[in-house]
């Protein structure tokens, strides 16, 4: 890839959470390394914010940022200093030239980058990951992938076509927009599978930001893959396949149709399976993550094993009845809930959150509600089994890390520094679970009062900050 002279954006990404990673690992038989005190280092780190935020929430975990860009690197040191960040570092160093200690990171992101670098960055990439990451640590790389990328290739190439050598990065990405709206409407057969395939790749860019068509479509290197050539390119260095960072991506939660079709054609292995689902899917993004080969998954899921884990709502509730509730899961599909069980956890999330609630916790509250007194003895297993089935459906995550919030409100209200400062330019702020919230004009700046100094007299804005798990006291 070569270099772009303009950032990616201050983007934080809640499936590249090591307390995300960690969740998803003990549910297929490892022991993760605790996320608390967990070493992270991110590979790629464009302006640093994703690990920013994440240093935020877990104080007592070390974080490192690399990335070959110096515009990136020097804006995530200026957050640093501005935010009084200490467990975190950043360094201007390319992938190719990185080096630690064998087994010196827990934890290993790579959001973004695999599909943008060379073939032979793709290898240092890997094999900092053999080398660096603990015997239980977990890596997640987020990649482009084919069958999907087939169609998003031609606007690529339409955008490149228009984008002027030498000029700025955000003078060729208005140069390859204003070229592709000029184009699109001149098309010679729009209702031909091409001007479909255009129509549908390339009209949503128009309006896209500079950054995100200079880095995701103008770049030199863009590498999408097949899912069984990157599982294989991880094999080489000895590392294995675990699973998707969401839950409900992977093929092993999946029911219904979807199911039937991978048992009948796919046979019993994970790779296998996991190709066929994005031949039948279109997949164009995987979230991908990895562990040493050596490390024991085990396949066969035992629901009880998330039991030491917290649950985190990510639904958004959109009606209450008494019976059913309507609900938007966290990647936006809406529908109605009203299963027993699954409506009173929701209830009990409403309740005790925005803090992860510990899975142990509903399980007296099930028992009670649900009349279950007589097979109370098997509570875990059932509770369990329900938590499983909501984060599968996207209502809530589990999570095995335990990030400090604060609501109701103190009189003096403290936000977390990075969400205070990201205020101060969008409203688009990262709470302390790693989630990024859209805040109202009122809302944002509000945010950026909250330094625990002032007395802030309760309004709807602080009781949304403080719902949506933004203060720390
Ligand atoms: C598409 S951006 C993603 C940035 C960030 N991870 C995100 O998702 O917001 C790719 C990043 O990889 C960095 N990068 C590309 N090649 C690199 C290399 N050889 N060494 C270090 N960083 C590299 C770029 O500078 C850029 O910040």
Redesign the pocket.
Same mark, same amino acid.
């Given at each position: 890839?070569t @270099?772009?002279d303009i &950032? %990616? #954006?201050d983007?934080t990404?809640q499936d590249s959470h090591p307390g995300q990673l960690a969740a998803i690992a003990t549910l297929l038989g490892l022991t993760p390394p605790p996320v608390d005190t967990a070493r992270v280092l @991110?590979?790629?780190? #464009?302006?640093g914010?994703?690990i920013l935020a994440m240093s935020q929430a877990l104080p007592n975990a070390h974080f490192t940022g690399?990335?070959?860009?110096p515009v990136?690197i020097e804006r995530a040191q200026s957050a640093v200093a501005a935010i009084g960040a200490t467990n975190i570092e950043f360094l201007c160093?390319?992938?190719?030239? %990185?080096s630690a200690a064998s087994g010196s990171f827990d934890y290993i992101? &790579?959001? #973004? *980058?695999y599909s943008?670098? =060379?073939a032979a960055?793709r290898d240092?990439l890997m094999a900092i990951i053999e080398r660096c990451l603990s015997p239980n640590g977990v890596a997640y790389i =987020?990649y482009n992938t084919y069958p999907g990328w087939h169609s998003r290739i031609v606007a690529r190439e339409i955008f490149t076509f228009f984008a002027q050598p030498g000029a700025s990065s955000a003078e060729r990405a208005r140069q390859s927009r204003d070229g592709a709206a000029r184009l699109l409407p001149a098309i010679t057969n729009p209702d031909s599978l091409y001007g479909q395939t255009l129509q549908a790749e390339v009209a949503p860019l128009l309006n896209a930001p500079d950054y995100y068509i200079a880095? @995701?479509y103008l *770049?030199e290197d863009n590498f999408p893959t097949y899912f069984r050539d990157f599982a294989a390119h991880a094999g080489r260095f000895n590392l294995q396949y675990l699973a998707e960072s969401r839950l409900l991506a992977n093929s092993f939660v999946l029911g219904g149709d979807l199911r039937r079709a991978l048992d009948e054609n796919a046979g019993s292995d994970i790779l296998r399976r996991e190709q066929y689902l994005d031949f039948l899917i279109g997949c164009y993004f995987r979230q991908s993550l990895l562990c040493h080969a050596a490390a024991p998954v085990n396949r066969e899921v035992e629901p009880e094993r998330i039991l030491p884990l917290s649950v985190s709502l990510t639904a958004e509730i959109l009606e209450v009845t008494p019976d059913a509730w309507r609900i938007r899961s966290h990647i936006g599909a809406e529908f109605t809930v009203d299963d027993k069980p699954i409506v009173k956890i929701l209830e009990l999330l409403r309740q005790l959150g925005p803090a992860p609630v510990p899975a142990q916790a509903f399980i007296q509250p099930i028992i009670d509600a649900l009349g279950m007194h007589s097979v109370a003895a098997l509570g875990g297993t059932i509770i369990a089994g329900i938590l499983l089935a909501g984060w599968s459906r996207g209502l809530w995550i589990l999570r095995a890390d335990t990030p400090v919030l604060v609501n109701p409100p103190s009189p003096k209200p403290l936000a977390c520094p990075l969400a205070r400062l990201q205020a101060r330019q969008s409203n688009r702020c990262t709470n302390r679970l790693h989630r990024t919230i859209t805040l109202a004009p009122d809302e944002q700046a509000l945010l950026q009062q909250l330094d625990g100094t002032r007395e802030i007299e309760p309004s709807p804005a602080l009781a949304r900050l403080a719902a949506e798990g933004f203060l720390i006291a």
């Open positions: 890839m @270099e772009t &950032a %990616y #954006g983007l990404f @991110e590979l790629g780190c #464009g302006t914010f994703n690399i990335d070959y860009s990136q160093q390319s992938i190719l030239d %990185y992101i &790579a959001h #973004g *980058v943008w670098i =060379s960055t240092a =987020s880095h @995701e *770049v």
